[in-house]
């Protein structure tokens, strides 16, 4: 059996999905080739960014259900570096247990 952080980097980097990894404070500090893939930014440009940044129209919406820790998939429209708007299905999960770590799922 894989060590599990070498099962979820596998998991990450082959799903089709969008994934982004922030910590409470919104604070990406991981994301995946399909989120690069889809949005147009590199990992490097992700990192330590605000992830309600990449979504202004929804940010009010999104911060009230991460209040409530509401967990259903939203409807967001992402801004992708090159400024055109991606509506996008978006699935966050907060892991309290792992370093408050919150883990967002995005397709389109």
Not at 26 to 51: C, R, W
Not at 58 to 82: A, C, G, H, M, W
Not at 83 to 98: R, T
Request: aromatic fraction near 10%.
């Amino acid at each position: 059996m894989f060590d599990s952080k070498v099962n979820i980097c596998c998991f990450c980097a082959t799903t089709y999905q969008g994934i982004t990894v922030h910590n409470d404070d919104e604070i990406i500090f991981n994301a995946n080739h399909a989120f690069v893939t889809m949005t147009g930014y590199q990992v490097k440009d992700l990192i330590g960014k605000n992830s309600l940044e990449i979504i202004p129209e929804s940010q009010e919406f999104i911060r009230k259900n991460i209040l409530s820790n509401y967990e259903k998939p939203d409807e967001v429209v992402v801004v992708k570096k090159t400024v055109l708007l991606l509506p996008f299905n978006c699935k966050a999960k907060s892991f309290p247990g792992a370093r408050n770590a919150s883990v967002g799922s995005e397709r389109y």
